[in-house]
């Protein structure tokens, strides 16, 4: 099971940081992506990292802002978020899979998600 934690309300400019743990199964062997929905629209995958942790993907939406981040040691995953735009507010998700890829068919396991929002 993976639970997205570390949501809230922030204003515009604002940080918030994400975190991503698994229970039931260790991380270090997926790679782990990043996705938002937006109320009424579909989930859209912004970020990815690899298993190991030496590769990572942004898209252009949130590269220079967000950074995504793994300790395996402690079975988890980071995505501090910088410079929070009104744009950004969303339902965050993370989610496992054995390849880092954008699209959510590219992954097995997913968290419940955790609301994001930013304030003007």
């Known amino acids: 099971q993976l639970q997205a934690s570390g949501g809230g309300l922030v204003q515009a400019g604002g940080s918030l940081k994400l975190s991503c743990a698994a229970s039931?199964?260790?991380?270090?062997?997926?790679?782990i992506g990043w996705f938002r929905r937006v109320s009424g629209k579909g989930r859209e995958g912004f970020s990815c990292?690899?298993?190991?942790?030496?590769?990572?993907y942004y898209t252009d939406s949130v590269k220079g802002r967000f950074t995504v981040s793994r300790d395996n040691a402690k079975n988890t995953v980071y995505l501090q978020m910088n410079s929070l735009e009104p744009e950004d507010t969303a339902v965050y998700y993370c989610?496992?899979?054995?390849?880092?890829?954008?699209?959510?068919?590219?992954?097995?396991?997913w968290g419940q998600g955790t609301q994001v929002t930013v304030s003007s």
């Open positions: 989610a496992a899979g054995p390849r880092s890829v954008l699209h959510t068919s590219g992954y097995r396991y």
């Open positions: 039931g199964f260790t991380l270090d062997v997926y790679a």
């Open positions: 990292i690899s298993a190991g942790g030496d590769s990572t």
